[in-house]
């Protein structure tokens, strides 16, 4: 039972109740080791799965882990028994921005300064390839420094999400946020849609009201398809102006954050801030690991996401030294072309072939992709380095591509982002790199290889 003061996974010493919903509680609670204050939510892992949700709980995990930035809510680790999933969260003790708002409009300066903040956040999960999707100042929550920290990652969506047309057709969000091609229902932009959803805040902390109001849901829709709203008198030129380009109906022609923040009123006083990269790929797997494999962490003390312990999918686990070649041809989810990048690697983009060509045809083969994109390159101990000459939106996309040996005549290769923006990674990925691998990839033909070895076309790494 967890209750105030009882002991979580022997790391946390639970206090008072912060917050309660539907699937879960949120406790303040203590870090007995370092005794670093933290928010514990506690989701009841069978009311979720049996709701449909274990998926949207699965994105959360992931997108948290993605998302390191110091104006967002930090995931610190999660952890599981066999009934709860545990969240160990940073603790943003200043309240939500609501708060603030509902005592009253804020000063220009104030509202810019919190607006910059939210872009800076917004910015950073865009080049991870999240979408919030429900930007609104209940969700935007202040320190004790009063700096901004974006939360709840519910209603998120990763860039893998979108459908063939490349958008995203969910319908989802606050009424009052919702840009209005998500409620068109006619596929959206992600990060257009969340760009609306900024406009409508930074209305509402210099007006202390929303800008789209009516007590028909229907005649606010038709206001927000319209783009019809009223500044008050209060507004300055250079804001009214801007909010005509953040709150500008048609998705194509409404301003992107890359013009925003060459935006003389948003530049004024900006400082930006630098995001993490964070590489860690187990809490998907605490949260929602097999059964059994939760009976051997309860008897090791619940193990935390942050044990040193191998899963099969770790890089680690795919040198030879370790796994003979048919435990690693079991674990490559390429036996046709379609399964050539992975879905699934969302926290460190990685991508994993299998070829039959020799050490220097795969090297060649690689080089000849990086002298087409300018890439520099760096070979050594079995490791191509490919590294970008062009500013990105993250600075220089650099890549990583590790070579495995199996047998004379069979290699694993491993392709992975090491530094950079993940959006320009995937275009790399889809436009260039996996067009030319194709002429190296193994693709498993039957009678290849033994019956009890080989895999069937449609398998796949498991999560």
Request: hydrophobic share 35%; aromatic share 8%.
């Amino acid at each position: 039972m967890d209750k105030k003061g009882s002991i979580l996974m022997q790391r946390y010493e639970l206090g008072r109740m912060l917050g309660q919903g539907t699937f879960a509680k949120v406790y303040h609670a203590r870090n007995i080791a370092t005794g670093q204050g933290v928010a514990v939510k506690i989701i009841d892992k069978e009311k979720v799965m049996r709701v449909g949700m274990i998926d949207q709980i699965k994105r959360e995990i992931s997108v948290m882990r993605l998302v390191r930035h110091p104006n967002v809510v930090q995931l610190h680790e999660v952890m599981a028994t066999k009934t709860k999933i545990y969240f160990a969260m940073e603790l943003v003790k200043g309240g939500e921005l609501f708060n603030k708002v509902a005592k009253g409009r804020l000063k220009e300066d104030a509202a810019r300064k919190y607006f910059q903040q939210l872009i800076g956040a917004v910015d950073f999960c865009h080049s991870r390839g999240v979408y919030h999707r429900d930007l609104k100042p209940e969700n935007l929550l202040l320190d004790e420094n009063g700096s901004l920290k974006v939360s709840d990652f519910g209603l998120s969506a990763l860039w893998e999400s979108r459908r063939n047309d490349g958008l995203l057709h969910t319908m989802c969000g606050t009424p009052a946020y919702v840009a209005p091609e998500v409620i068109n229902k006619k596929g959206y932009d992600g990060a257009k849609a969340d760009i609306w959803s900024c406009g409508v805040i930074l209305f509402v902390l210099l007006a202390g009201y929303l800008p789209f109001q009516d007590s028909n849901l229907m005649e606010m829709y038709r206001k927000i398809s319209k783009g019809e709203f009223k500044c008050p008198q209060w507004f300055s030129t250079e804001v009214r102006r801007l909010l005509s380009r953040l709150l500008d109906p048609n998705p194509s022609t409404r301003i992107t954050i890359p013009k925003l923040m060459e935006n003389p009123w948003f530049r004024k006083g900006f400082k930006p801030v630098e995001g993490k990269e964070h590489s860690s790929s187990r809490d998907v797997l605490e949260a929602f690991g097999e059964e059994e494999e939760e009976e051997k962490d309860n008897k090791d003390d619940d193990r935390s996401s942050n044990s040193k312990t191998d899963y099969k999918t770790d890089t680690a686990a795919m040198r030879p030294t370790s796994l003979n070649a048919f435990d690693i041809i079991s674990l490559s989810p390429v036996f046709d072309l379609s399964g050539l990048f992975e879905k699934s690697r969302r926290e460190k983009p990685e991508e994993r072939f299998t070829t039959q060509m020799p050490v220097s045809a795969i090297v060649s083969k690689l080089e000849e992709i990086a002298q087409v994109e300018s890439f520099k390159v760096r070979k050594k101990d079995g490791m191509v380095k490919l590294q970008g000459r062009k500013e990105g939106r993250k600075g220089l996309l650099a890549i990583d591509a590790e070579i495995f040996q199996v047998t004379p005549s069979l290699h694993v290769v491993e392709v992975q982002k090491r530094a950079g923006d993940t959006l320009e990674y995937h275009k790399f990925c889809n436009r260039d790199l996996k067009p030319s691998l194709k002429e190296i990839v193994w693709a498993c033909q039957g009678g290849d290889l033994p019956a009890a070895a080989a895999p069937s076309p449609s398998s796949k790494l498991a999560d």
